[in-house]
Structures are given as C-alpha cells and as structure tokens.
C-alpha cells in the first residue's frame, strides 16, 4: 500500500513538473521565421516622388532633366510627397501640397521619377531593398520590384477609371453602369498609356555615368545599372527594381490613376519573366502576389501633346497652366533648351 501510494505521489510530482515546463513554454513566444525576425529592411514612414521633365540624351543613353530655372512657367520638377497618419502604421496620406502629376504627351518629352524612401528617423533606405549578402535568405534585391500600372481606385479607394481631361469616360477603359474592365484587364491597357524604363543603379544613390572610387577594391570605376546579385560583371544580366526609373507618355487628353506596387515576393518568383535573366516588364505585377511593401494610387493629368503642331502645343500648354503663351513658347520653341546639370537617369 505504501509502495503504491509512493509511485502515486512520485506520477503526481513528475506531471506537476511537466506542467509546469509546458506551462512556461506556452507563455514564451514561438521564435519568429527569418523573414518574420529579419525582414530585411526596415519599415518606411515616408516616400517622396521627385518626377523632372526632360528628354533623351543626344547619344539615346540616358534621360536629361530640363533645367529648374523653367520651374516659373513650366512644372519641369514636381514632387509628392507620401506619410504615415501620427503615430500609425497603416494609414497613408498625400502629405504634399502638391497631390497631382501633369504631364505631356510626346515623342521625346520623358519624366524621370524617383522613389525615395524614408525611416522614422528621417534616414534613406532605398539602399535595403537592393542588398545581396552573402545570405541568401537576406536578400532584398531578387525579391523586391516597382510595377506601374492603371488603376481603377483613387488614393482614397473610391472608383475612380480614366476619362478624358473634361471628365468624359473612355470607351475602352469601360463606362459607368456597365461592365466595368477587372484588374488585369486594365493592367493590358496600361501600355497604351504610358511606358516606363527601370534606371536603377549601383552604387544605389549615384548618378549613372558618374565616376568614383569602390571603397572595396579602391579602384575607379564608373556608375551603372544595378545587375543581379549586384554584379559587377558586364555578362550579367540587368535587375530592375523601380526606384529609379523614367516614364514616356503615349496618349494625350487623358486623367487616370497609376498604381504603384513595390511588391516583396518569394524567393525565386521574381525571375519569371521574358526578359533577359528572367525580368518582368513593368505592367506585368503577377496577379497571384499577394504581398506589397507599398500599394499608391496617385492622379496624373496628361495635358499637351508636344507632338502636335508647335503652336498648338504651346497654346494648348499655356491654356492649361494658366500662363502666357510668349513665356511658354520661349521655352518650347528654343533650339537649345538648358538641362540640369549633372543630372542623368
């Protein structure tokens, strides 16, 4: 009786301290996957948009911004600027006074845009999202890109499909009432709106072209495309990542919202695409991601078509921006137009 009344009393102190472990276990939180502990870059507070008029360089390598000396008469730089609500994590808000791009229509009229994200510290941090360490799961670059598309939302959420600049719907974009196109089908028609070209570089914030010094090897070398695995190889296929980049517009008389997705996707589903080294194009956001790092809707109002005749495309411009038709056309009609120094993309 005493014996069973011992190995009773032991089953009942052993399950106490079982429970007791488990108990403790429970109240722990499991250990995070790596791309839970170690996201890989941090969370931004804030996004500026710097988009600068220009057109292509004499030699077609790159896009030169037209001087900010213009800026009076014409808007040859704008810039939105994107924030967190105070002390929100999820609450976004066009925090500029500026809230709608305008641009032109034209054969060689570009628009540079650059993407800069910011901590809450106020710090840049478009370098995290084009890291390559030695790490495979810490990498950001062969996860990350921009896409730009048409979208049927307004930055608020409401619908909001292309119409002409007067209001008018687009017989292709659908009309009210009706059936109205889904997602992807608006992302097919995107192309007949607007093109874009990936610029990205490395080192990340530097001008393409510009020469310096690899801290690494202490050799000169000059700025480039940023290359997968940010080789340094010219064999190496381009990456593309959407923070630098530029835009030609291909249809006048239209107001529409751009959809801008900066998705982060799983290792090895970036390179599906049909381009060199498997790149997608910059309309083709795959429709089964489910995960973006940033999700904008922002109104752009294409307003001129430069490749009308020259005195209809100053007076249709002036008209628009509310400004004499002589200042407009000495700037349009100038054979030697000043660009931006030392600015290229």
Known sequence: ??????????????????????????LEAPKPKVEDEIKGHDEWNKIKLVMRMGKM?????????????????????????????????????????????????????????EML???????LMNEQFCTCPAKKEL?????????????????????????????????????????RPSFQQLQKL??????????????????????????????????DRIRKGRSLDASVPYDRVGLKGYFRFVRADIRFQMRIDLVHVLPGDKY???GEGGLLDFDERHPAWSVSDV????PFRVVADADNNIDVYVKELAKVLGKDEKDVAAIL?????KVQKGFRM
């Open 57 to 113: 360089s004499a030699d077609n390598k790159f896009v030169e911004a037209y001087d900010e000396s213009y800026q009076n008469v014409i808007p040859v730089k704008q810039v939105i600027e994107i924030g967190r609500a105070a002390g929100g994590t999820g609450s976004v808000q066009i925090q500029s006074a500026l809230k709608e791009f305008q641009v032109i229509k034209g054969s060689n009229v570009y628009y540079t845009l």
């Open 139 to 179: 990498q950001m670059l062969p996860i990350h890109q921009h896409f730009f598309t048409i979208s049927d939302k307004d930055f608020s959420g409401k619908e909001a499909y292309p119409t002409t600049l007067d209001g008018k719907e687009i017989d292709e974009f659908g009309k009210s009432g009706g059936t």
């Open 272 to 274: 599906i695409g049909r």
């Open 117 to 123: 994200y910011y901590d809450r510290k106020g710090r």
């Open 1 to 26: 009786m005493n014996r069973k009344l011992f190995v009773w009393t032991a089953l009942m102190f052993a399950a106490v301290l079982l429970f007791a472990s488990c108990d403790k276990n429970a």
């Open 190 to 223: 995107t192309k007949t709106v607007f093109n874009y070209s990936y610029r990205d570089t490395d080192p990340v914030d530097k001008t393409i072209g510009d020469t310096y010094q690899d801290e690494k090897t202490g050799k000169s070398r000059t700025v």
């Open 295 to 298: 999700i904008l809707k922002l």
């Open 333 to 337: 009609k100038s054979s030697d137009i």
